[in-house]
């Protein structure tokens, strides 16, 4: 992420450092959690994780609070000894997922033959920076071992899902899909998506970048992620909280979202939405 920031939001970060306002709030999951003069940040080996509350963060997907906590993890020692924590937990994750993968095409050679419910899909959502649409990364993994591998391309998964296809799983595990070897939640949102698919016009616009996310627009969101919530693994991450279930209700009066207020002036009524 570092080579993404200019060199003087780098150098204004350090600056934070000097100044001593950089507050560490927790590790968890390979996670970082932090607030960097009074603004929360989460930060990860994995960029699709890096979050910042700030506007800047928002519209440029980095930020001087970021420049100055990867300082800080590159600068201080405190802060080296956290960096070698994630870098550690990288490795040991990596380490199992390549243990998972022979593991799981043992088991799948065992069991071919039935085509048995081994997969299952996990979605995970957050707000893209710089856009602040909602998008979702979907993942595949074994049902038992609960590992996951980031679906980098869900049209191509979708295409060979339909073909019976070999398919690439993680970086070392090749492996013929059926969807049969799904759970059924997972078939519901293999389903769906297939049948979107089918309408080449719409393909842009529900596969994003490149592929590698999948986006709801407004017709479809709820329909979408409802099923994306029934599947066992689901999770959505707003700022630095972490959601697994959300709730949708019916924008009118009784919702009590917003209120309204109505001022009448001179020559014209001014509104403003609270």
């Not at 928002?58 to 000894?81: M, P, S, T």
């Not at 710089?130 to 590992?147: A, D, E, F, P, S």
């Not at 993680?170 to 949102?189: A, P, W």
Request: aromatic residues 12%; glycine residues 6%.
């Amino acid at each position: 992420m570092a080579k993404l920031i200019p060199g003087k939001l780098r150098m204004e970060g350090a600056q934070l450092y000097e100044t001593s306002q950089i507050e560490i709030i927790k590790e968890k999951d390979h996670r970082l959690y932090a607030r960097v003069a009074d603004e929360e940040i989460r930060y990860s080996l994995d960029d699709d994780l890096v979050f910042c509350a700030c506007d800047f963060f928002q519209k440029r997907g980095f930020c001087v609070h970021l420049a100055a906590l990867e300082h800080y993890l590159k600068n201080d020692h405190l802060g080296q000894e956290l960096l070698q924590n994630l870098e550690n937990g990288q490795e040991k994750k990596e380490e199992v997922e390549t243990q998972v993968t022979f593991g799981g095409c043992f088991l799948e050679g065992i069991q071919a033959t039935n085509s048995p419910k081994i997969y299952q899909l996990a979605a995970q959502g957050q707000v893209e920076a710089g856009t602040n649409r909602i998008i979702w990364t979907l993942r595949i993994g074994l049902i038992q071992t609960q590992k996951f591998y980031v679906i980098r391309d869900i049209p191509l998964f979708l295409k060979v899902l339909e073909t019976s296809k070999p398919y690439m799983i993680g970086k070392l595990y090749e492996t013929s899909l059926n969807i049969r070897q799904f759970d059924e939640s997972s078939q519901f949102v293999i389903n769906f998506l297939q049948g979107i698919l089918e309408d080449e016009v719409e393909n842009t616009l529900f596969f994003q970048n490149q592929g590698r996310h999948l986006y709801f627009p407004l017709s479809f969101f709820e329909q979408g992620v409802s099923l994306l919530m029934g599947l066992d693994e689901f999770q959505f991450d707003h700022q630095i909280s972490n959601y697994h279930h959300l709730v949708f209700q019916d924008f009118d009066g009784q919702a009590g979202l917003f209120t309204f207020q109505i001022e009448e002036k001179s020559n014209y009524y001014e509104m403003e939405i609270v």
